[in-house]
């Protein structure tokens, strides 16, 4: 089994920060690309941020500049620095892995179950 867990999400006035946090765990044995996405109400799931395995990054126009993704590979986890937070920011985000598992050394992509992330004064 493999999970991904995701926390830090939050209520944040326009203009401040939050950084989220995504563990993936279980018999994982090689994670290709972690990365971000967010689904607004009445909106489809857009990626926003996403590190691969050469450690290249691409973001969301609409993100570029405030948000920073990064990785701690010994911890499998993956972050994102949100700064400079707007309430368009305002959505559900979730952590995604395109990973190897370690159980017959299967390819599989794996989603978080969100957290929630408002951006209002």
């Known amino acids: 089994q493999v999970q991904l867990v995701e926390s830090g999400g939050g209520l944040v006035q326009p203009g401040g920060s939050l950084r989220l946090s995504c563990v993936a765990s279980?018999?994982?044995?090689?994670?290709?690309?972690m990365g971000w996405y967010r689904q607004a109400p009445g909106k489809q799931r857009e990626p926003v941020a996403v590190?691969?395995?050469?450690?290249?990054?691409n973001y969301a126009d609409s993100v570029k500049g405030r948000f920073t993704i990064s990785r701690d590979y010994d911890k499998n986890t993956v972050y994102l620095q949100m700064n400079s937070l707007k309430p368009e920011d305002t959505a559900v985000y979730y952590c995604?892995?395109?990973?190897?598992?370690?159980?017959?050394?299967?390819?599989?992509?794996?989603w978080g179950q969100g957290t929630q992330v408002t951006v209002s004064s």
């Open positions: 995604n892995a395109d990973l190897v598992r370690s159980l017959g050394f299967t390819a599989g992509e794996f």
């Open positions: 279980g018999r994982i044995f090689r994670i290709n690309a």
């Open positions: 590190l691969n395995s050469g450690g290249n990054t």
